[in-house]
């Protein structure tokens, strides 16, 4: 018998090699273990009823404490003060059990700069509606992760149905933008707008202050009537 060409048996060992490489490892194929995959962002809505709007990367990070990074699985959201049935409510809950609803909304910041978002949320009345409002009730006081606090007319919170917003342009709250609720505070300022909300208190108080209001911000927030007191 003849001598076998050296190319055969260097073929050979080649396809050994590669089989034996699935034989030990079955299943890898390029890319499976994490070679040029790239981590897919969710795409935001950039145009609505025919106006461009703003992109979550447009904000600017001015809160108190830098982003609250929340547990969803842990999250509760607290409903509480003057009602007759105190709510606390899983992120879920809140998403899957109340009626979402969108705008298209313009965020104004006392630093100059403005967003205009699509938000979709679930309307705060629905949230109190459920916990059961005293009538002596006049104000909504909202609480946040990183302990900041403002609020607004009960009546306003009604009339103007306000959402709690759980995405924008399409997309879930980023944390830094308040996952995994925001205030979507219309024709207020800024810093009505709280974010990492978990708590909702209903009362009596027309004169409460939150964060800001302590420091001289009007307490109203009204966007007509400047921003200080």
Same mark, same amino acid.
């Given at each position: 018998m003849g001598r076998i060409p050296a190319a055969f048996i260097a073929i050979t060992l080649v396809i050994f090699v590669m089989l034996a490489g699935c034989v030990i490892k079955p299943g890898v194929f390029p890319g499976s273990e994490g070679e040029n995959i790239t981590s897919l962002i969710p795409a935001e809505v950039r145009e609505y009823e025919g106006e461009r709007l703003s992109s979550i990367a447009d904000f600017r990070e001015n809160s108190i404490s830098g982003p609250q990074y929340l547990n969803r699985s842990a999250y509760l959201l607290e409903i509480n003060g003057l009602v007759s049935r105190?709510?606390?409510l899983t992120y879920d809950q809140v998403i899957s059990e109340y009626p979402a609803y969108q705008k298209k909304v313009t965020l104004f910041c006392v630093e100059g700069w403005e967003v205009t978002i699509l938000w979709e949320g679930v309307r705060v009345g629905d949230l109190l509606?459920? /916990?059961g409002v005293n009538p002596a009730a006049n104000t909504v006081i909202f609480? /946040? /992760?990183?302990?900041? %606090? &403002? %609020?607004l007319p009960l009546e306003y919170i009604r009339d103007r149905d306000i959402l709690l917003a759980h995405s924008m342009n399409g997309v879930i709250l980023p944390a830094e933008r308040g996952f995994p609720f925001q205030l979507v505070a219309e024709d207020r300022w800024g810093? *009505? +707008?709280? *974010? +990492? $909300? &978990?708590?909702?208190? $209903?009362?009596d108080d027309p004169a409460y202050r939150g964060y800001w209001e302590q420091r001289g911000f009007s307490r109203t927030g009204e966007i007509k009537r400047g921003f200080f007191a």
């Open positions: 105190p709510l606390s509606d459920d /916990a609480y /946040a /992760a990183d302990g900041y %606090s &403002t %609020s810093y *009505k +707008w709280i *974010k +990492w $909300v &978990t708590r909702i208190e $209903v009362s």
